[in-house]
Structure formats: structure tokens, C-alpha cells
């Protein structure tokens, strides 16, 4: 599996980019939460992603989160919930709002949504509530979205995510700390400052 690609990015559109890695262009598909925080063309860009096989494609999925990708993930498994709605869903909004309609059980606001009915958002309650509750509760503080927040995500909670799963932490340990250092310290505007509180609080 392709879990994440580093590169430049070379073209945008509306639900589509192409990064290049290495010389090689990738296709990747994203929702508009991650359109809105992407970089100029020409600049470098990482991604999380997922590919998805099919018999006629393989196509890449790519989330500027852990938060993003996890969520999209457990979209797809829900049935009638497809790639296409799943990433819809994301556009039209952020995780932790996700998270609080479901345990609300507010089937209204998701109807809301293009592409979204009546029984979809019912199934979408039922089967999410369970999946979503592996994230803890600690995952989303109180009035604050931390880095779940998919439309405000800030480059300093992504660099920050990124860095400490990189040195093997989980990525749902990773996104508890963040935000957990980000409610404490609403200060911060570094990464490094970031990461090395969560490492201490992690130690």
C-alpha cells in the first residue's frame, strides 16, 4: 500500500491533484478540506494516502491528516458509502464535527449534505458510532478542534503529527497528545515547540 508520498506539486483542480515524486506523477483524488490548505504549484507537498484497488483502476486517495485519512477509511466500510461520498462527506465537513454529529445523533445534518439520504445518514450513525469511539475521548477537546479540525488545520499540528509518527508512534496516540498540548498551550506557533512538548508529555 501507498500510506503517504512526498513531492512537488504540480497541478490542481477542483477534486483532483498531481504530485510529483521522483519524476513519476501521481493522481491523487482529495476532498476540498485538503484543496483549501494546499500550496502553490511548484511547491512541495506531503500527503497521506490511501489507494484503493479496483479491477478497472487503482486510484489514491490523499488527505493533508492522519485525522482525514483515518475518517475516510471507516467511511468506505459503511454500506451504501462509497469513495465518492466518502470524500464528500470530508468536503463538506470537518472530523470533529463528524464526530460530534454522529454522537448527537444527528441524522439531519448529515442529510444535509450532497449525496447523503435519509437511510445512509441513519446507517452512517449506527455503524460510525462504534469506529469513531476507538479514537478516545480525549481525541477532541472541548471548543477545540485541534488537528481533527479538517478545514483549519494549521501546518504546525500537521508537521507535528507527521514528525512524531514518524519516530513510531501510533497515529491516534499521536493526534490525542497534539491536541491535548495544542488545548494546554494555545500559544504555540512551531512545530518544534510543539513536538517536543507532546514527546515530553508522551516520556
Given at each position: 500500500?501507498?500510506?503517504?508520498?512526498?513531492?512537488?506539486?504540480?497541478e490542481?483542480?477542483?477534486?483532483?491533484?498531481?504530485?510529483?515524486v521522483?519524476?513519476i506523477g501521481?493522481?491523487i483524488?482529495?476532498?476540498?478540506?485538503?484543496?483549501y490548505?494546499?500550496?502553490?504549484t511548484?511547491q512541495?507537498l506531503?500527503?497521506?494516502?490511501?489507494?484503493?484497488?479496483?479491477?478497472?483502476a487503482?486510484?489514491l486517495?490523499?488527505?493533508?491528516s492522519?485525522?482525514?485519512?483515518?475518517?475516510?477509511?471507516?467511511?468506505?466500510?459503511?454500506?451504501?458509502?462509497?469513495?465518492?461520498?466518502?470524500?464528500?462527506?470530508?468536503?463538506?465537513?470537518?472530523?470533529?464535527?463528524f464526530?460530534r454529529?454522529?454522537?448527537?445523533?444527528?441524522?439531519?445534518?448529515?442529510?444535509?449534505?450532497p449525496g447523503?439520504?435519509k437511510?445512509?445518514?441513519?446507517?452512517?450513525?449506527?455503524?460510525?458510532?462504534?469506529?469513531?469511539?476507538e479514537?478516545?475521548p480525549?481525541?477532541?477537546?472541548e471548543?477545540?478542534?485541534g488537528?481533527f479540525?479538517?478545514?483549519?488545520?494549521?501546518?504546525?499540528?500537521?508537521?507535528?503529527?507527521?514528525?512524531l509518527?514518524?519516530?513510531?508512534?501510533?497515529?491516534?496516540e499521536a493526534?490525542?497528545?497534539?491536541?491535548?498540548?495544542?488545548?494546554?498551550?494555545?500559544?504555540i506557533?512551531?512545530?518544534?515547540?510543539l513536538?517536543?512538548l507532546?514527546l515530553k508529555?508522551?516520556?
Amino acid at each position: 500500500m501507498i500510506g503517504r508520498l512526498r513531492g512537488t506539486l504540480l497541478e490542481k483542480q477542483l477534486t483532483e491533484i498531481l504530485l510529483d515524486v521522483n519524476g513519476i506523477g501521481y493522481e491523487i483524488s482529495v476532498p476540498m478540506s485538503t484543496l483549501y490548505q494546499l500550496p502553490e504549484t511548484g511547491q512541495p507537498l506531503t500527503l497521506h494516502t490511501h489507494l484503493a484497488v479496483r479491477e478497472d483502476a487503482h486510484v489514491l486517495y490523499g488527505f493533508m491528516s492522519v485525522a482525514e485519512k483515518s475518517l475516510f477509511r471507516s467511511l468506505v466500510k459503511v454500506s451504501g458509502v462509497g469513495p465518492k461520498l466518502a470524500l464528500a462527506i470530508l468536503s463538506g465537513m470537518a472530523v470533529d464535527e463528524f464526530v460530534r454529529t454522529v454522537n448527537a445523533n444527528d441524522v439531519e445534518s448529515l442529510v444535509r449534505m450532497p449525496g447523503v439520504g435519509k437511510k445512509t445518514a441513519e446507517r452512517l450513525v449506527i455503524e460510525m458510532r462504534d469506529r469513531l469511539a476507538e479514537w478516545g475521548p480525549s481525541a477532541l477537546p472541548e471548543g477545540q478542534g485541534g488537528i481533527f479540525a479538517a478545514g483549519s488545520e494549521s501546518k504546525v499540528s500537521a508537521e507535528a503529527e507527521t514528525a512524531l509518527i514518524s519516530l513510531g508512534y501510533k497515529p491516534t496516540e499521536a493526534s490525542r497528545t497534539i491536541a491535548q498540548v495544542l488545548k494546554e498551550n494555545s500559544d504555540i506557533s512551531d512545530s518544534g515547540t510543539l513536538i517536543r512538548l507532546a514527546l515530553k508529555s508522551m516520556g
